[in-house]
């Protein structure tokens, strides 16, 4: 084949896009998520986002024959080796294995992530107070370890590091209202649908990241830090409309309409398409949340 067939070729490969994975591991099973773009005119590149961690860039993917491969180094994950990823491509489905860096093999299979474009502008029911000061009754703990979670003087408070927190119900696109605190060096997140975390922590100072306080994790930098700092109450607005999010953080907009392109490390699964709940990370550190109310869209 001639290099402007295998460009031409390669511009038009099958695998370029986002795939929802859903991965077999050792007596789990686990989200995952690979986006495949074209760089030039033959160079295929990509992002991962594994069961943790944050989108890490793939710097070649091979794809030939509706095989596809790519190995990347490891991020959070035990072991040194590169992790490496092999897969089919048929019917418009993916299947295939990933070799982990301390050696495991991992079965997976994906498809296509959905666009959720929404045809019309959302048309917002009635507001509904997921905690107000008195009762967790709408939440309940996820598997992972032993709830530390309780309402302290009002507030919605885990303790210590333990189990995450979710919502029993599940919904689709909202504007979603809440107040945290964070002690110094506090770590957290708002996971939107289960899927999307917005990252709550006692940032550092100088150029935002997406990792940072405000960003969406891994995908979406803010384009300012408006932290207050620790010890103190801030404040989220945030409205998700299909892919789009919108995120207020103490009065200010810093991201504004822009595009999720995938799930973050953390996800409860990968069916991006389907209703999610709203969960609190608390896994981390000590956080204390309050004034948490939702108004889900009419559909």
Known sequence: ????????????????????????????????????????????????????????????????????????PPQWEIGAKDMQLEGTLANDTLSGTIITPNGETHRFTGKRAPTLRRSAPPVWGAPIVLFGGTTMNKWEPLPGGASQWTVRNGLLTNVKA????????????????????????????????????????????GEPLSTHLGGIYGFLVPNELVSKGPGVWQTYDITLIGRRVTVVLNGKTIIADQTIPGITGGALDSDEGAPGPIYLQGDHTSVEYRNIRITPAKH
């Open 162 to 205: 333990g189990a995450n927190l979710a919502t029993k119900d599940k919904f689709t696109d909202f504007k979603l209202h809440l107040e945290f605190r964070v002690p110094k060096g506090g770590n957290s997140g708002v996971y939107l649908r289960g899927r999307h975390e917005v990252q709550v922590e006692d940032s550092p100072a």
């Open 1 to 72: 084949m001639s290099v402007s067939a295998t460009a031409g070729a390669q511009a038009g490969a099958p695998i370029i896009g986002r795939w929802d994975l859903t991965v077999e591991g050792s007596g789990h099973t686990y989200p995952s998520w690979v986006e495949v773009s074209l760089s030039g005119h033959s160079t295929l590149v990509g992002r991962f986002v594994g069961g943790g961690g944050s989108a890490r860039p793939i710097a070649k993917v091979t794809f030939a024959n509706d095989r596809v491969s790519f190995a990347i």
